[in-house]
Every structure is written in structure tokens, then in C-alpha cells.
């Protein structure tokens, strides 16, 4: 009787520090489920073994015209396990106002955007999504805390689902930095 208590203490202990290294940036971006800018269930766990870019995107914004650069690198490495997804967020002067269909319709007929781009969301503040608190706080990524500071932050991610490195607004996309990054 003694062994089997033993043994099922042993399996609650060895049960509760499994969760607790979850807790403690022991998790990947594959854990999550987006919604996109058409309404469907966007799956990252979808997008495991590739490179993730992920970006907070803004239509009324002096970065905006950074698109560009990421559909082209979209384009150019996209068919080499990597992809960029993307993330309207109203948080910064109120430069991305409009509604998912609407941020859709000006992604494709301003910048031809066909990389993914999810439901517009919240990037910072009380009302930050999951996906953000993960890619911001060290507890939850393993690796760094980080604030996003404008539109256009970049996060790439590791094709283990773990968080690579933060990149400035202000760095293009197609930077040396990202791209050796892409390419390595």
C-alpha cells in the first residue's frame, strides 16, 4: 500500500512540474489559435518546422508602407519555410481604425498583401491578447521581455516555435539582420 501512495505522489510531483516549466517558458507559439481578417481559425501549431514572422500592422501609419517589404520577403522565402503573420492592432495614435474587411480590402489593393493576416487585436495594455502576452514576457516566451513600442515590431520566431529575437519598428523588413536571420 505504501508503494502504490509512493508512486502516485511521485506522478502528482512529476505532473505539477510539467506544468509549472509550461508556465515558466517552457511553451511555443504553437499553442495558439488566431482568428484571421476573414473570420477563420488560424492554427500556429499549423506552422511548425517553419520561421514566423510575426508583425503589429497599422493603415495610418509613417511605417505603413513597410508592407512592401514584407510582401517581398514574403514572396521570396515564402516557399522556404517562412511566412509572416500578421496582426492589425489599434494601439499607436489610433492608426489602424478601420474593421477587419476594411483592413483587408487596403492590404490588397494597396500593397498586395497574401501573406496571413489575423483579426485585428489588442498589442499592449490591460487588454493585450495571449498571443502578445507570450511573445512579450520572458515567463511565458523563455527568452526575453519585451514592450512593443510601435506599429511594425517585428518577432521572429524559430522554427522550434520559440522566440528568436524582437526587431525595431523602424528596421525594414528585408534588413541584412532579418534576412540572414531568414536565410541561416
Known amino acids: 500500500m505504501k508503494l502504490r501512495n509512493l508512486t502516485l505522489l511521485f506522478i502528482m510531483i ?3 512540474s510539467a506544468r509549472s516549466q509550461k508556465e515558466d517558458g517552457d511553451t511555443t507559439i504553437y ?18 518546422g517553419k520561421k514566423i514572422m510575426v508583425v503589429n500592422t497599422a493603415s495610418k501609419c509613417g511605417l505603413t508602407p513597410q508592407y512592401k517589404q514584407l510582401q517581398a520577403i514574403y514572396e521570396k522565402y515564402g516557399d522556404k519555410d517562412f511566412v509572416i503573420v500578421g496582426f492589425p ?20 489593393q494597396n500593397y498586395g498583401v497574401t501573406f496571413p493576416m489575423m483579426s485585428k487585436i489588442s498589442v499592449k495594455g490591460k487588454k493585450m491578447h ?14 526575453i521581455d519585451s514592450s512593443v513600442s510601435w506599429n511594425f515590431q517585428k518577432y521572429l520566431i524559430n522554427p522550434d516555435g ?4 524582437v526587431i525595431s519598428p ?3 523588413p528585408d534588413d541584412p539582420s532579418v534576412i ?5
Do not use: H, M
Request: include cysteine; charge should be negative; proline fraction near 3%.
Open 89 to 108: 492592432a489599434n494601439n499607436f495614435l489610433y492608426q489602424e481604425p478601420g474593421s477587419d474587411e476594411e483592413i483587408a480590402v487596403f492590404c490588397e
Open 14 to 16: 512529476a505532473t505539477l
Open 170 to 172: 523602424r528596421t525594414l
Open 180 to 184: 540572414s536571420w531568414i536565410e541561416e
Open 130 to 143: 495571449p498571443i502578445y502576452q507570450f511573445l512579450t514576457n520572458k515567463n511565458k516566451n523563455g527568452v
Open 162 to 165: 520559440r522566440l528568436a529575437k
Open 31 to 48: 499553442q495558439f489559435k488566431v482568428q484571421s481578417l476573414d473570420g477563420e481559425e488560424f492554427d500556429f501549431s499549423s506552422l511548425e
